[in-house]
């Protein structure tokens, strides 16, 4: 039973719920059915797939991630960058509006799931860390602007097209000529409106005296009034017969059960995006998910999000709807309406369900405009330009992979700029690893401690050479270890002993491990011995089981200062052998 708990969390917050918690769930349940909405349209619509099928995914997704995730606040659906790198993908296997477009979408749910629910069995949730969080905002901003530019023809009213930057400007500018003035006038005004609601609603009701909670909820609620104003007006003054793009008619119904199609060669064109979107999916979730835990000091088990993930994206496919995650918005919304549970979650798929039963005739004259306006307003907070600064300020290799990844999103298309996100970021880890910060260290005058010689005044002995290995020593940075000690180590020098000292060092693979035989030979050859100091237990344990111990010129010392006290000019034997202090390694 215990077993099955960790793989089914409701059954852990399940067993305490309370009718507190079931009053709580249900208000948040409540504003965030009418947040997602509208959402749930626009990001269909992002995704190129007809408007049921963003609510579609926002039902079975919920529930499902209700039973198996382990967030209490985190809300799960679609979401702007899983819905362009969406469109994307199955852009390129499938024209949009088709069925074949619909069971595109489907099939990437169903890889996307599989993956990411193998990925939480098998506990490779460290995957993700291969994304930097440089390279994450990189590409989130340009996914941002390429999700921005990409509704502007709904804003304008005419067709378009493109995957990348340029080919959607192209587009814009060869189509201009056909903008619809009324549609132009709704979406800007909605844009307007919803930008003004983002930034001057909330302080307004705060002055009219409404509590802060009540003043940040309404605020949110925003999109609401703008697709009810904008839809009264298109039904009013029949628009949708003067050019203007409407939603249309909506399935009044619940998801449907559908099957993806598994064709070989659809399956080998989609694999490669699915696996995108999972690894993108799951970054932005878990940021999300740990964000909000932490301030209710809750635990996010990384691997069980996989499979609540997984699991959800599964659900997806077989009703209808297509890849989802956890989205920023909403999940803080469900926070702050002041859900305890995934319960919220679940009692928001029952309200979406009805909504999708009994309320999508409502959104039959909704403006293709007011939901592009609801899409620019929400991605445009995700832009932060400012990170090509700060990166620049900080660190150069940092970015030249933030503006990298930046570039080719804009330039050659999401699934491009993502996938080199994830080389540079591992490039990065392999380049900065490779040159191994290595200090020469000295003692600090009436103390134990040992600092850089470039940075402090300190304590040496021309007989001693004391470098601070500050990394773990693998096949990639060790011989650059091996040649620092060879050029710091000349013939006729003064040096007879050599100290690694090992405080910084969690790990040596089998290559660094034949590097340090190799380097203590040449030592030894020229007269010098090789030592070793604070070695940490792991390390110890690895070491203990080979021939280098017993063939070490030097000891192992457990502080540098017993090594500085033994090997100093008065107090040490050069050719010693043996480890000090090797009971109390650790």
């Known amino acids: 039973m215990t077993g099955l708990r960790r793989y089914v969390p409701i059954l852990n917050w399940g067993r305490a719920y309370t009718r507190q918690a079931f009053a709580n769930d249900m208000i948040a349940a409540v ?5 997602l909405i509208p959402q749930s349209l626009a990001y269909a619509l992002l995704a190129g797939l007809p408007p049921e099928a963003g609510i579609y995914a926002s039902i079975m997704p919920i529930l499902l991630y209700a039973i198996f995730g382990t967030s209490r606040t985190l809300a799960v659906g679609p979401v702007a960058v899983v819905s362009l790198l969406t469109a994307s993908a199955i852009g390129q296997v499938a024209d949009q509006g088709t069925a074949g477009y619909a069971a595109a979408a489907l099939t990437l749910a169903f890889l996307s799931g599989g993956i990411l629910l193998l990925m939480g ?11 930097s969080h440089p390279v994450i905002a990189g590409f989130i901003t340009a996914s941002g602007i390429l999700i921005a530019v990409s509704q502007l023809r709904h804003i304008l009213g005419i067709p378009g097209g493109g995957h990348t930057l340029p080919e959607m400007l192209a587009s814009l500018a060869g189509n201009l000529g056909q903008a619809n003035a009324l549609t132009l006038i709704i979406g800007v005004s909605a844009t307007a409106f919803l930008f003004w609601v983002r930034k001057n609603l909330k302080p307004a009701l705060l002055r009219l005296g ?14 609401v009034a703008a697709v009810a104003a904008t839809t009264l007006a298109v039904w009013g003054m029949s628009l949708d017969e003067r050019g203007v793009a409407i939603v249309g008619t909506v399935p009044q119904s619940l998801p449907p059960l559908t099957m993806p199609d ?3 060669d659809l399956v080998a064109a989609l694999i490669g995006p699915a696996a995108l979107i999972s690894i993108i999916g799951f970054v932005e979730s878990m940021s999300v998910a740990q964000t909000l835990a932490a301030k209710r000091r809750q635990r996010i088990d990384p691997d069980q999000e996989l499979i609540g993930l997984g699991a959800a994206n599964l659900g997806a496919a077989f009703t209808g709807g297509y890849p989802v995650t956890g989205g920023f918005a909403r999940s803080v919304v469900n926070y702050d309406a002041g859900a305890e549970t995934p319960a919220a979650g679940a009692f928001t798929a029952m309200g979406l369900a009805i909504a999708a039963v009994a309320l999508t005739p409502l959104v039959h004259d909704l403006p293709n405009a007011t939901l592009a306006a609801t899409i620019i ?19 150069r290799a940092d970015f030249v992979a933030v503006a990298a990844t930046i570039l080719l999103t804009l330039g050659a298309g999401v699934e491009i ?3 080199a996100g994830v080389a540079l970021s591992v490039l990065l880890h392999l380049f900065k690893t490779s040159r191994p910060h290595v200090a020469e260290v000295g003692l600090v005058p009436g103390t134990q401690h040992f600092r850089n010689i470039h940075r402090h005044d300190v304590e040496t002995d021309p007989a001693i050479l004391t470098l601070r290995v500050d990394e773990s020593l693998y096949f990639v940075n060790v011989r650059f270890l091996q040649d620092l000690i060879q050029a710091r180590v000349t013939s ?16 040596v693979d089998y290559s660094a491990l034949e590097s340090l035989e190799a380097i203590d030979q040449r030592l030894r050859d020229m007269g010098v011995s090789l030592h070793l100091s604070e070695v940490k237990g792991p390390v ?18 457990l502080s540098q200062y017993d090594a500085w006290r033994h090997l100093s000019a008065d107090g040490a034997t050069a050719g010693d052998h043996g480890v000090a202090g090797a009971a109390g390694l650790a």
């Open 262 to 264: 598994f064709a070989p």
């Open 31 to 35: 504003i965030v059915t009418i947040m």
């Open 210 to 223: 409404l509590p802060p909670l009540t003043a940040d909820l309404l605020s949110r609620a925003g999109p």
């Open 121 to 131: 069995v098998f506990r490779l949730g460290f995957l993700a860390n291969f994304l």
């Open 377 to 395: 307003v929400a991605v445009l907070s995700l832009v932060d330009l400012s990170i090509l600064q700060k990166t620049w300020r900080y660190s």
């Open 492 to 507: 006729g020098c003064a040096i007879r002993h050599v100290v690694l000292m090992f405080s910084a060092v969690n790990a």
């Open 540 to 557: 110890m344990d690895r070491l203990r089981g080979t021939h280098f111990l017993d063939r070490l010129s030097g000891r192992v010392f």
């Open 417 to 419: 700029g993502v996938a």
